[in-house]
């Protein structure tokens, strides 16, 4: 086999490695469920009714590099803190009153925590926020503005630390 054909057909391997790596990285997240139990062990079943897939669920990270840490800085609130930065890259697009691109119906991030009848807010949405913001980093997605690397430590104090609303615990 010629050196270069070799050369080509290798670097196609790699590539195609690489993608199946990340296509399969998780073969049980976007399962089909109705209930949490309809998911494997550390899976949740989330997303708007009709429309529900397991989704993986991160335990906070304990390295001693977690943002979480108390020597990470002051404790985020979601009124000083967390509220502009969710405002700016999650509710603009798809996790507000209008969800012109997520579908999503069953939360909102555009309030701290939902009355009754109303879909969860973001203090119920916190260890997901920390999931998919932080440890993943796979939102929001990459056609929606991104948080600074900053930004993303700043969600995840804020939801290690328990997700305070505002300093002194009052709006």
């Not at 020597?71 to 000083?80: H, L, M, Q, R």
């Not at 697009?93 to 807010?121: I, M, W």
């Amino acid at each position: 086999m010629d050196a270069r054909l070799k050369g080509g057909f290798l670097s196609l391997a790699a590539v195609l490695v690489a993608a199946g790596c990340i296509i399969s990285q998780d073969e049980l997240a976007g399962r089909a469920c109705s209930f949490d139990a309809d998911c494997p062990e550390s899976y949740t079943c989330a997303g708007p009714e009709g429309l529900r897939t397991c989704e993986v669920i991160y335990p906070p990270s304990t390295s001693s590099a977690d943002a979480g840490t108390p020597d990470a800085g002051p404790v985020p609130t979601y009124c000083n803190d967390v509220q502009p930065i969710l405002a700016a890259s999650c509710v603009s697009n798809c996790h507000g009153a209008v969800t012109t691109g997520s579908g999503q119906t069953d939360f909102r991030l555009d309030y701290y925590e939902g009355e009754a009848g109303q879909p969860k807010g973001a203090k119920d949405m916190a260890a997901r926020i920390k999931a998919r913001a932080f440890d993943q980093r796979s939102m929001p997605p990459l056609n929606s503005p991104q948080p600074t690397d900053v930004q993303r430590a700043v969600l995840a104090r804020w939801v290690t630390a328990g997700a305070p609303l505002c300093d002194g615990g009052t709006p």
